[in-house]
């Protein structure tokens, strides 16, 4: 029987990663306590694939349901927001763009990335599922498609004249349930003197270091450079170049062309393959390690909180995103344990976390409310937060972190 088809390579060959079981939506937050009450569960169970080694979902709740209302802002974070000035700066050098050229962004939330490309007068058009979010933008007069990005779309637009220069897929090809026809979409919108620029968080990280929290509904896909390489071939693009960088805890930029361009292929590229060929991304065993990794890590967080709970002491959370929601969930972690999450979106105050139900609040709220401890739920953004709360001396307690297991900061 099987668990069926890889969503890339459609080889009947996945293998069970890590089985959650039925989860609530990670982004989805419920505003009231009623509607805590009505919460949708659906099941969470990532796979890999033996063929091409792609880390997947293996059930697909549909993107209309996860994304038509999204409540994350990139402009919300200031790491982000500076990880996107420099990106755009080194594109427009590199790829000599000018007020002739064209950026597409796929994905393009409130326009946080393409708002730098039209302050150096190169045109721009973005591309955006979720209403709010392509509004906001819209209102900045940043050109936005309020829709998916798929083939479609994509001979849509080239039907229309869209020829870009420069196609951006920043953490977005992990939310498309329909990765072939995505990658089709982008390789038919490409020239031999175009470029296609990707970012997603490698699975290297998160099977090594246990960060199961990265895995939730919205995340169908989970790259590394050799399951990414191997979708992207299939449909005539080919790797030239690729960077580590430090978002999201370890990501990957891949950047791709048409097979058959004249792009002098970078070494960094064979140099990052051979690397996950020895770090065993290519053999079962730390596929069949991370089970390990994650119930431990797990259990320490359990342990931890609790004993700080049974001493008497007061757990708050920063960062209400969907990471922290896999984690809370995974470990039991409710309202008895945390009593509250702040964050610095609006969009999410006076709701609750999914499925852990804990409230979230304003920042500010660390001046009336003080807690003893603070679980940084984003650890990707540990630093950044650290800095900021100890500089606005909002927060004098001891802060708590969660990677590789949980630990008093
Ligand atoms: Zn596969």
């Known amino acids: ?101 064209l950026v597409l962004e796929i994905a393009s939330n409130d326009g946080y990335l393409l708002k730098n490309f039209l302050a150096r007068k190169i045109p721009v058009l973005g591309v955006e599922p979720a209403e709010n979010i392509a509004l906001q933008a819209i209102s900045q007069e940043i050109p936005t498609l309020q829709t998916y990005f798929n083939l479609d779309l994509s001979q849509k637009l080239k039907k229309d004249g869209i020829n870009p220069d420069l196609v951006i897929a920043n953490n977005v090809m992990a939310h498309v349930p329909s990765l072939n026809d995505f990658v089709a979409g982008v390789a038919n ?17 998160l099977l090594t270091e246990g960060q199961f929290d990265q895995i939730y509904h919205e995340h169908y896909s989970y790259f590394s450079l050799h399951s990414c390489s191997d979708v992207l071939e299939r449909h005539g693009l080919r790797v030239i170049d690729v960077e580590t960088l430090p978002t999201h805890g370890g990501s990957l930029r891949v950047t791709a062309a048409l097979g058959d361009a004249k792009n002098n292929v970078s070494g960094s590229v064979a140099e990052l393959m051979e690397k996950e060929v020895q770090s065993g991304l290519c053999d079962l065993s730390i596929y069949q390690r991370f089970g390990k990794l994650a119930s431990d890590r797990t259990s320490s967080v359990m342990r931890l909180l609790k004993s700080l709970v049974d001493n008497g002491k007061v757990i708050a959370a920063y960062g209400a995103a969907a990471k922290g929601n896999t984690l809370l969930n995974y470990c039991h972690i409710d309202r008895s344990i945390i009593d509250f999450v702040v964050d610095k979106s609006p969009l999410k105050h006076n709701h609750f976390l999914p499925g852990s139900h804990i409230p979230i609040y304003d920042v500010d709220i660390l001046e009336t409310k003080t807690p003893d401890f603070l679980v940084l739920l984003p650890y990707n953004l540990e630093n950044e937060i650290i800095a900021q709360l100890k500089s606005s001396g909002l927060f004098s307690g001891q802060f708590i972190g969660t990677l590789p297991q949980a630990h008093i900061i």
């Open 1 to 101: 029987m099987g668990l069926g088809k890889c969503r890339s390579c459609g080889a009947n060959t996945l293998i069970t990663l890590i089985d959650f079981g039925d989860m609530p939506l990670a982004n989805s937050y419920p505003a009231s306590e009623d509607a805590c009450q009505r919460e949708m569960l659906m099941p969470l169970h990532a796979v890999f694939c033996e063929t091409c080694w792609l880390v997947q979902l293996l059930d697909s709740v549909s993107p209309e349901l996860l994304f038509d209302q999204y409540s994350y802002l990139s402009s919300y974070s200031t790491t982000w927001l500076e990880h996107a000035e420099r990106f755009v700066d080194k594109a427009i050098s590199k790829w000599n763009l000018t007020k002739d050229s």
């Open 189 to 205: 919108l490409l020239s031999p003197s175009s470029i296609f620029s990707i970012e997603f968080p490698s699975v290297q990280t």
